[in-house]
């Protein structure tokens, strides 16, 4: 198998879905001409016109709202967020209305919309190009959040969103797109929403990420087992709904459980994981549930130094690691 | 109606529904609508009184404009996305009374949520009726994207939407406008402006009298008309049907509407409204006007209206009965349909 | 002190912080001439007048964005969101725009804006008047969140919250408006925005909540220590800052903890409270941190009978302080 | 500048800017910015390029419209809400050279964000510049807001606030103006035309050639004006601050100005924009058409030019020292200024 980059398995499996199924279309600001300011949606515009790769005006709420219209008259819409600090203003569309859709019309309705956002902190993105946003959308009932880490999963769970019925927030940490490379099939296959996968087996202690968080929880684990610590690595992978059973097997085997997230540390994502384990887990754990999570601040500082103060390095991991293994 | 309207379309050549191309039959089937959504209103408020209801909303006043705009629409192929005062425009586009008391009552078999909405949020995906939420605004968007998804599809079928007028003022209703318009979008953009939005009053809500004249920010023609002249409604809508029809693009349509009731049943509007505006709102009813104008016309006589007042009376006991008469939702069923139930990885 | 209802106490306050602070504005919809949907701002028009007492357009998102213009230019402005649910259209500017203005301008800029909303299932309120948004808001760092649960507290943080540098979100629970009443003095008074209370001594378990939580809450507790399970319950009152402290304190005291919250159960408040627990009370818990919550659907159904399958009872409640207890 | 104005008053009568009550300092100076803020751009390119900045976004090309519309303010008592594009605008409104690089290095003392926020996002409390963050459009209802307040405290301020046209597409553009139309607000919209967000071009972004027509639907004059034609710019802006000034409300001006560079240097406009479009609209650069008036006028002589230039490149190579040599913020502040510091309860 061929190794391609986050980016490319993403591009690939929108021309995919594009090519396979017709009522699949792409729309975003710059996703067009430009190709997308990360390049996911490169060469679609040539392939397929101007009315399947739109290039929207610049309004988040409407590039949710009309997607929501166009999903409940047969098309299936892959909306992309320029970054996902940018879909903050398509807040109610998401959650009143294509998280509710089929709820509230008893299943006479459903909105079949992708909704992608490219996540996270890179280097100099600061408050506003940096963000996490998991936590606010996977507390939204009728909305599934998935966090794919590898270019497998990426393309493989980005296929399985498209074929979804339902509204699927598809989150790409920024910082993989050209870091993180992996072996992908050419051809069309899915990725199932939902299991999580164990990355790394381990026996002293589990820890739980995803995105890039994952990768370099896989380095500070590597490191970490240098030092005679063997710690189980879980990429959630799906964060809505959650695979309760992989991430309680995983504490009932290592009775220890980490969590490391980028988003700020109250009421992030990490916690929910935390509460499940506190409360389904207790009887197996044998020190507290630690969390590793961004500084509660508005935002991920610009100057160098103020942005390693505030990103969750692998040094960080390792010493939570540590600190847990000791307990 | 097909056939019967062939049948009289002779003898009435000189009236001014027939010049817009309306049969008697036509004409008075609307009226039948008017009264039909004013009757069942009526009824949807007595129900509340005696406690068979939690609340209502409804759209006394806003009949007319809505049975005329709903006219030109082909109620099998196009779309309609209402808001909650849209009991007139639901009825023409094929809801039942049944069906608007089934979701009064929050029973079963309420097809617009199965009883999880409270009352006045409609849809129905058997007369393609798009299901309602409460956020005022968010339909707007959606109506650009069914149609957007209409164009692309090569379905011909228009969409319409209906909104207040504060309901302009909202992010979406810009947004929905502006993209519609760039790409010449099938979809009739409907305000019913009744110069209110609950309590604040039109001059709060807008620094313009019409709202019409932002059609041209849009690229879209804007038109505004009087919702107590039926007939100019439907000229109106009729001719932004043809114009969505021949893919040239949406329309913005004001109607000038009178609230004729309190905002909701948890409102009392004499408590902000002055008693002579209520006054003169009532003359601005569309059920008296347009009632007026079949009389003059000689369709309306008063054999014809009490003979369509007994059949409303008839038509909305039988509803009441068969929507009292059904079953209330299974408790069981509450965490059903978060999701399609076929589950994820199959579309 | 008088007894009055919660609303006559926000009322209140309102009355108060116009009279004493000229710079102190209120806007939203239907605030003016109808006094607000729940009476909230009920006399102020007369009082103050149009431009001090704003009907604003139907635009959440502008109420939100000119009340931000206006305290960064020496107003403080309460901005009332009628319903809860309907204060999503102004995500955008509250998260990117006001909790992120000091930090951003690395304190050269504050936003000291109030934003009200009710919030909370009532009868009959169903899946778009019945929100819970305390969980999206408690995770913004730069945003300061209330739910006071009585008379006393909701005039005397209102007070506080006008007064504060900060935005706070203030988060009225509708089913108290006029169900709870309690002892209010009729002058000015503060109640410090920040430490949590202990509504109820009690030595066997804890129990957190908030809102009207808290009330169906000190209810099952009564019932409970009638069966001899003495539980303390303790109103968190503030949701961010969090007052860990007494939270800590109290569970080391009991150890165990329930925390009750109406909103949806994944992801929900509760589950940083008990996070926290699990992390920093470890050594003292003798049972599995418990959560109840709401189910994970939507929103809360209109149908009285899926309406009570929704909700949160005192039944509900003593069953998990049954279960707790037990444990 | 004062005295300067009123010396060389005398000489001015015929020329165009003299009609516009303007002196020919106030002209050169005009140029003087345009000139500056075109050079400080260039060095910030320079400098990004050479690896000492990770980012640059800025506005070649929308200098001339940005100098000429602040020109009416004052400097001290009005409010300016700017966005990325705004350096000409924030220069004349009083930030330094040094205070914008020191934004583009994040160094502890940059008065926008103290190194928290990319360059490009301007703030100064001390020239009342309100902190810019990147969400496009929230700034609008912010500067309706503090029109507002201006109003109700009677403070005779004057808010002027800037965006591009794509961002004329965000709800929060139609709800700030909506909201200021109401209540005739001292406030200048502007909308900075380039026909280009970022790759997406002016026809997909709206249905109308000029966003200028969108003013009615508002109750507010819209005008639109061509950024290369600086005296226009004045004019038109001129004519909305003293509307403004009397209590007449708010303006929304266009102006259509040339994007002469990518969109940032995250950007290859060569990618999406034709050669040929590239070269015209070069031919727009206010700097070549103000200065070309400037010689007619007789009033830039080659000299005089140098001159200038001389000034300019003194300053900049000042600014850049003074910016490289200042301090990165300390790792230890990040935890600072989520919540004022003297606590909650007390205001
Ligand atoms: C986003 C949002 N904000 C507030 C409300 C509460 N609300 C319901 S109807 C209404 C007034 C609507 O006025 P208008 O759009 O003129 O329609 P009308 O009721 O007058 O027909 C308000 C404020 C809501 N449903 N949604
Ligand atoms: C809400 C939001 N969406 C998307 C972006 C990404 N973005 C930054 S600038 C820009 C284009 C802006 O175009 P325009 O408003 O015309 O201003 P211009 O850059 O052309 O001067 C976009 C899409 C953003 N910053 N904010
Ligand atoms: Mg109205
Ligand atoms: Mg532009």
């Known amino acids: 198998m061929p190794e391609v980059r986050y980016i490319d398995a993403i591009n690939q499996a929108h021309h995919l879905a594009m090519e396979h199924d017709d009522s699949v279309i792409v729309m975003g600001e710059d996703v067009g001409a430009k190709g997308g300011v990360f390049g996911a949606t490169m060469g679609l515009l040539e392939k397929f016109g101007e009315w399947r790769v739109i290039d929207t005006p610049l309004a988040e709420s409407s590039i949710a709202g009309v997607a929501i219209g166009m999903s409940v008259n047969g098309l299936r819409p892959i909306a992309e967020f320029q970054f996902a600090d940018f879909i903050h203003p398509a807040f109610n569309q998401i959650v009143s209305e294509a998280a509710r859709m089929r709820y509230r019309s008893n299943n006479a309705f459903g909105c079949p919309v992708v909704f992608r956002a490219p996540y996270g902190g890179s280097h100099g993105t600061a408050l506003y190009h940096s963000q996490s946003i998991e936590a606010f959308y996977a507390h939204v009932p009728g909305l599934k959040v998935v966090a794919p880490s590898t270019p497998y999963d990426a393309k493989g769970m980005l296929l399985a969103a498209v074929q979804d019925p339902d509204p699927v927030l598809f989150l790409e940490h920024k910082r993989m797109y050209r870091l993180v490379r992996g072996e992908v099939p050419g051809g069309e296959y899915t990725v199932p929403i939902g299991p999580a996968v164990v990355r790394r087996e381990g026996t002293d202690l589990s820890v739980f990420a995803y995105g890039w968080m994952l990768h370099e929880t896989l380095q500070a684990a590597e490191t970490a087992s240098k030092e005679g610590i063997n710690a189980e690595v879980v990429d959630l992978r799906t964060l809505a709904p959650l695979d309760k059973d992989t991430i309680l097997k995983s504490v009932a085997k290592t009775n220890r459980a980490l969590i490391v997230y980028e988003d700020n540390r109250f009421l992030g994502y990490g916690a929910e994981v935390a509460a499940l384990i506190a409360e389904e887990a207790f009887e197996s754990l044998d020190a507290p549930v630690l969390r590793l999570g961004g500084p509660d601040v508005p935002g991920v500082p610009f100057a160098k130094k103020l942005e390693e103060w505030f990103s969750i390095s692998q040094e960080k991991i390792l010493a939570a690691i540590r600190k847990l293994a000791a307990y | ?347």
Request: glycine share 10%; hydrophobic share 35%; proline share 5%.
């Open chain 2, 1 to 347: 109606m097909g056939a019967m309207s062939a049948k009289t379309k002779a003898k009435t050549q000189e009236s001014e529904h027939a010049a817009l191309g309306l049969t008697d039959d036509d004409v008075l089937e609307m009226y039948y609508y008017i009264a039909l959504a004013r009757a069942l209103d009526d009824r949807m408020w007595v129900l509340q009184r005696a406690g068979k209801a939690m609340f209502v909303i409804s759209g006394p006043g806003h009949e007319g404009c809505q049975v005329a705009a709903m006219w030109p629409m082909d109620k099998k192929k196009d779309w309609f996305v209402p808001f909650y005062r849209s009991v007139a425009a639901c009825l023409v586009k094929g809801m039942s009374p049944a069906d608007l008391l089934l979701g009064l009552f929050a029973r079963a078999n309420d097809p617009s949520s199965g009883g999880r909405q409270m009352p006045g949020h409609y849809g129905h995906p058997g007369v393609k009726i798009l299901s309602t939420s409460s956020p005022v605004g968010t339909q707007y968007p959606h109506a650009a994207g069914i149609a957007y998804a209409s164009t692309l599809r090569k379905t011909g079928e228009v969409t319409m939407v209906a909104i207040g007028e504060g309901g302009t003022s909202q992010g979406d209703w810009h947004e929905a406008l502006n993209f519609a318009g760039v790409y010449k979008l099938p979809c009739l953009f409907i305000v019913e402006n009744n110069e209110y939005a609950i309590s604040v009053p039109l001059r709060k809500q807008m620094a313009v009298g019409s709202v019409a004249v932002r059609g041209a920010g849009y690229g879209m023609p804007g038109v505004s008309a009087d919702g107590s002249d039926v007939l100019e409604c439907y000229r109106v809508a009729k001719e932004a049907y043809d114009r969505a029809r021949r893919g040239d693009g949406p329309t913005l349509i004001e109607f000038r509407v009178p609230r004729l009731g309190s905002h909701s049943s948890d409102d009392q509007q004499e408590r902000y409204r002055p008693k002579e505006e209520l006054e003169r709102v009532r003359q601005r009813d569309p059920l008296k006007t347009f009632g007026a104008y079949l009389q003059r016309a000689g369709l309306l006589t008063d054999a014809r209206k009490q003979e369509i007042a007994d059949r409303i009376k008839r038509e909305i006991d039988q509803a009441t009965d068969v929507a009292d008469a059904s079953p209330e939702p299974d408790p069981t069923t509450g965490a059903r349909y978060v999701f399609a139930e076929r589950g994820a990885a199959d579309a």
